[in-house]
């Protein structure tokens, strides 16, 4: 499916694509339970995402998961248009219900694809904590990829509008994050029905570019202008 993505992304023109959190293998928790984890299995999921880049002549940031010195931890591989593997981002702040399943990772980096440059916040960190999103546009980063895994749960408000002011405050805060560091904010949910939140990308100045229909499977694609993602609030910032 991963492969497929990658293709169609070619076809729509597309210099990036990004996948939700965990993707490969899968989200592990919430009343999902992938295989064990497989560090021989993500070695050659990691190949074949590469080689897939490089056929495609895009870029990839991929939701997975990786084992390191034993600890379990949830992660980004991003690979470049011609299929170099550039590095992970690994979730360094994990949510409390992840306890026990992820370890967390440490450290934080941006990446370069073509004149894009780009940080990666995974779900929880981008909810609940601004500064991973604000280090990474210090640090020159147009954009913030926030792939995440978020399913309704029983009784919760379905919504079918972004930013519905009935909803949970999380895509109130995929605004925020844009505009308080003066960034593109592409937060990244898998397809599910009455899910909470979508994929959506957001523009430097906190309004909606484009985001998915609820519950609808399929690439979302945007255009976006890097001149306008200058920095200048994050840049603000005295610490």
């Not at 995402?49 to 010195?69: N, S, T, W």
């Not at 309704?152 to 999380?170: K, L, M, Q």
């Not at 593109?184 to 906190?206: I, K, L, M």
């Amino acid at each position: 499916m991963a492969e497929q993505a990658i293709a169609q992304a070619s076809t729509e023109r597309a210099g990036l694509i990004c996948f939700p959190e965990c993707f490969v293998p899968g989200y592990r928790g919430m009343g999902k339970a992938p295989p064990p984890p497989d560090p021989a299995f993500l070695e050659r999921a990691w190949s074949a995402i590469a080689a897939a880049a490089a056929k495609a002549g895009v870029a990839v940031v991929l939701g997975a998961e990786r084992v390191v010195d034993g600890a379990l931890l949830a992660t980004a591989l991003v690979v470049d248009r011609d299929g170099t593997i550039a590095g992970f981002q690994d979730k360094v702040q994990i949510d409390p219900s992840e306890e026990g399943v992820y370890s967390p990772g440490s450290g934080r980096r941006v990446f370069q694809t073509g004149p894009l440059t780009f940080g990666v916040a995974i779900c929880h960190e981008g909810w609940r904590y601004p500064e991973t999103v604000r280090w990474a546009v210090r640090r020159g980063a147009h954009i913030v990829f926030h792939p995440h895994f978020h399913q309704a749960e029983p009784g919760s408000y379905v919504p079918s509008s972004f930013a519905d002011p009935a909803n949970s405050f999380h895509e109130k805060a995929a605004l925020c994050r844009a505009a308080e560091n003066t960034c593109y904010f592409a937060t990244v949910n898998y397809a599910s029905a009455g899910s909470p939140t979508t994929s959506a990308v957001v523009r430097p100045d906190g309004t909606l570019l484009s985001y998915q229909p609820y519950g609808k499977e399929g690439l979302l694609v945007a255009d976006i202008d890097i001149a306008a993602a200058t920095g200048l609030l994050a840049a603000r910032c005295r610490s």
